[in-house]
């Protein structure tokens, strides 16, 4: 297992009230030995505590808010809730999807194993929007909107398209996703508007080889404002 520590947690910005900072794929959102993105945020920003108001799965890299009290925690809380905060994230696949673009709505229910799969009703439905390009042979690029935010949405989304997300060893074929260097997740996007005050926030990924190669790099030019595409 990676050992982390808080020299790998990128603070994009912080202010009084909330902190942006870049978690990297691998490490996990809450304590793991002493060593989750929280408390390794914590004891980066050197504070006393910091108020966790959304969260991100190990294996998916990006742009998490931190509230610095209860008070503007509870206002994040209810601005999720609410959908008052824009996200968008990156994927890339090694398959080639159902459909290239559109919407994925159903209802989430566990299956087996602390993973989770789509069913045929619609009575809380998760809601993700997507657009994908090529990339090298046998690479897609995903740009997702998700309008909820239910445990593993992203990548069960993917996956009932038929393009399960690289690296993705719960949802993927194991032994393929095991050859990845990472999950090719990515929180790419953060947007809102808070006390009156619009925020936009970008991170792109920093680590895997599909995520650094040339034609990725060509081709999320044409993504650097997706809140345009949806």
């Known amino acids: 297992m990676e050992k982390f520590n808080k020299d790998d947690i990128e603070i994009i910005y912080h202010d009084n009230n909330f902190v942006i900072a870049h978690k990297p794929d691998g490490m996990n959102f809450h304590s793991e030995e002493g060593a989750g993105f929280v408390v390794l945020t914590t004891q980066k920003l050197g504070v006393e505590q910091l108020y966790s108001v959304h969260r991100l799965d190990k294996m998916t890299s990006g742009l998490i808010i931190l509230a610095k009290n209860s008070v503007v925690a509870n206002l994040f809380t209810t601005m999720f809730e609410n959908r008052q905060i824009e996200k968008y994230y990156l994927a890339i696949s090694l398959r080639k999807p159902k459909k290239k673009q559109g ?24 809601i993700t929007q997507f ?14 909107k998700p309008h909820t935010g239910k445990t593993h949405q992203i990548r069960v989304a993917l996956k009932s398209i038929g393009a399960p997300i690289a690296g993705d060893i719960r949802y993927a074929n194991a032994d393929e996703a095991k050859e990845e260097d990472r999950g090719y997740l990515h929180a790419y996007v953060l947007k809102f508007v808070f006390k009156n005050e619009n925020f936009t926030f970008i991170a792109k990924p920093n680590r895997g080889e599909r995520f650094l190669s040339q034609m990725y790099h060509d081709t999320l030019e044409a993504y650097e404002k997706p809140w345009e595409l949806f």
């Open 131 to 144: 657009k994908s390009t090529s990339l090298r042979t046998h690479e897609r690029l995903f740009i997702i």
């Open 103 to 126: 919407w994925i709505k159903a209802d989430m229910t566990a299956s087996r194993r602390g993973s989770y799969k789509l069913t045929k009703t619609m009575d809380n439905p998760a």
